[in-house]
């Protein structure tokens, strides 16, 4: 027997809008086809023209064409910096591709790649790195296959004044045994 909520469980999730009310269903939510994917992995945008000031932090991907300056930070997501972007900030992400230009210490977890229209001055750190020809990279780099030692990698060496004098401990003197 053919009930309405077995339909509404095989059509998939429910949407409300009101373009649906007007394009003549009665009122009611519109179904979305079962044959309409919703990619779950669909990357954020910064299009050219936008400015960004300050720290963006997520598990997404994103893509930046316009100018970040800042912080960013994606765990487990990919970044990608397109050939309009120009990013002056410190990134960690999984993946880092930069196609255009960058000023900051770059951490991957996995991968950076610098493409022919990059431009990158500042530190990498990350387990693989591939540089095409044309781009331009002025800083150092460390390829390393664990991902800890990837955030410890650039931290600056103490001031010599913030370093502790050890001082030796004392002998007791006593008998000696000959």
Do not use: Y
């Not at 079962?34 to 945008?45: D, L």
């Not at 050219?48 to 960013?72: C, H, S």
């Not at 950076?112 to 990158?120: A, D, E, I, K």
């Not at 390829?143 to 001031?159: I, L, M």
């Amino acid at each position: 027997m053919w009930r309405k909520e077995d339909q509404k469980t095989q059509a998939g999730p429910e949407i409300s809008t009101s373009a649906g009310q007007a394009a003549g269903t009665a009122g009611g939510p519109r179904e979305t086809p079962a044959s309409a994917p919703v990619s779950s992995r669909a990357a954020a945008c910064i299009s050219q023209g936008i400015r960004i000031n300050g720290e963006i932090t997520g598990n997404e991907d994103l893509f930046v064409d316009g100018l970040v300056e800042g912080k960013v930070e994606l765990g487990n997501g990919s970044l990608t910096i397109g050939p309009n972007g120009k990013v002056k900030a410190d990134l960690s992400a999984r993946d880092v591709i930069v196609r255009g230009r960058v000023d900051g210490k770059v951490t991957a977890r996995d991968r950076v790649q610098l493409w022919s229209t990059g431009h990158l001055i500042g530190d990498i750190s990350a387990e693989r790195l591939a540089i095409e020809d044309g781009a331009v990279l002025r800083g150092r780099a460390e390829v390393a296959k664990h991902s800890e030692k990837h955030a410890e990698a650039f931290k600056p060496a103490p001031k010599p004044q913030e370093q502790k004098k050890v001082e030796p401990l004392p002998v007791p003197a006593g008998p000696s045994a000959d």
